[in-house]
């Protein structure tokens, strides 16, 4: 099993200010993912990354960044956090073998609420 | 925009009926998978399909994927307590991954 750890696992924080998500493998996996999960509208991709550095948008990105400066950590941050933003966080690695994609493991993922 | 339609959203039964959920798009996935994900914590990954007419069975549960790729079903036989959470499908429109897409999700309740 890929170790995936987030950090934190539960914060509230008020409207207005930034915040930062931690996800952290220890299976030097490529591919990297954060998704926000809410009643309604199930898992929506927020970022991805495909390598130190190298990022790109998902479906619901606007408010949101990434880095990626080590292969083990792929970091969220919510610029300004609106309340809008209260959701459920997942971090995601991909597990592939030749030519596919084997499945997503996730972490257990962070609770965040805006106030 | 990619859909990926389940149902159904609810299923609330007793322990030993048998239930389906579908998952159905128009899309063609070059694979499909199922996740079963528990309260407080992420989806775990159950099973994944790549063939069209595939069929995976797991103890009591049997994942079918479409001829064309584009649906696919999840039979559970004699449903069990151990059973309840909520069953995501999940859509590859890519080989690597970047581009799955997810269905909202089966909610089932098995009571005893």
């Known amino acids: 099993d890929a170790g995936i750890t987030q950090s934190p696992r539960h914060k509230v924080t008020e409207t207005g200010t930034p915040v930062t998500l931690r996800c952290h493998q220890t299976?030097?996996?490529?591919?990297m993912y954060w998704y926000r999960q809410d009643p309604g509208h199930g898992l929506r991709l927020i970022h991805y990354s495909y390598g130190v550095k190298d990022t790109d948008k998902g479906e619901v990105s606007d408010g949101y960044s990434v880095s990626r400066s080590k292969t083990e950590d792929f970091l969220l941050t919510l610029e300004s956090a609106t309340s809008s933003q209260t959701s459920v966080y997942f971090c995601a690695i991909s597990v592939t073998g030749t030519k596919r994609l084997y499945g997503y493991t996730f972490g257990s993922g962070t609770r965040l609420t805006v106030v | 925009t990619q859909l990926l339609e389940q149902s159904p959203q609810f299923l609330s039964i007793q322990e030993g009926e048998n239930l389906t959920v579908y998952c159905n798009s128009s899309?063609?996935?070059?694979?499909l998978q199922w996740y079963r994900q528990e309260p407080g914590e992420g989806p775990v990954l159950l099973v994944t399909v790549v063939t069209g007419g595939e069929v995976k069975k797991l103890k009591r549960l049997t994942f079918q994927f479409g001829d064309a790729r584009k649906d696919s079903s999840l039979h559970i036989t004699a449903a069990q307590p151990g059973d309840t959470g909520l069953y995501l499908c999940?859509?590859?429109?890519?080989?690597?991954?970047?581009?799955?897409?997810f269905g909202k999700g089966t909610t089932l309740s098995v009571s005893s």
């Open positions: 899309s063609v996935f070059s694979s």
């Open positions: 999940a859509g590859d429109l890519t080989q690597a991954g970047t581009a799955l897409i």
């Open positions: 299976e030097n996996h490529r591919y």
